[in-house]
Nanobody, 133 residues
Framework: VQLVESGGGMVQPGGSLRLSCAASGFNLHYYAVSWFRQAPGKEREGVVCITSSIDPDDRVYSTDSVRGRFTLSRDNAKNAVYLQMNSLTPEDTAVYYC????????????????????????WGQGTQVTVSS
């Protein structure tokens, strides 16, 4: 049972990357999925969250730092969530983590404030994103 991120790498400023968060051993369909990132020497921050597929409040919430540039989508057939990152800047350089929460009582905005990995149902190992010319 695990979450695995992939798709990280190095990209030039202004470029795009798509990160994947794939679940094995459980159905991601029922989970809210959040992405966090942590840059060297900085605190971990939540960036974008998608509610579970069965949540009546079916939405994606993004923090100010990535709104309009980062989007989330689900592929229930592949049991995965994708983070599309556009217009990347060097400030987006970080290790990116995905987290999954089963029937959370918190709204997406609150889930993104919960940066402690032990507070989530599942937490991935992270994937490095480097934005540099």
């Amino acid at each position: 049972v695990q979450l695995v991120e992939s798709g990280g790498g190095m990209v030039q400023p202004g470029g795009s990357l798509r990160l994947s968060c794939a679940a094995s051993g459980f159905n991601l369909h029922y989970y809210a999925v959040s992405w966090f990132r942590q840059a060297p020497g900085k605190e971990r921050e939540g960036v974008v969250c998608i509610t579970s597929s069965i949540d009546p409040d079916d939405r994606v919430y993004s923090t100010d730092s990535v709104r309009g540039r980062f989007t989330l989508s689900r592929d229930n057939a592949k049991n995965a969530v994708y983070l599309q990152m556009n217009s990347l800047t060097p400030e987006d350089t970080a290790v990116y983590y995905c987290a999954a929460d089963l029937f959370p009582t918190q709204i997406p905005e609150q889930l993104l404030q919960t940066t402690d990995n032990t507070s989530h149902s599942y937490w991935g190992q992270g994937t490095q994103v480097t934005v540099s010319s």
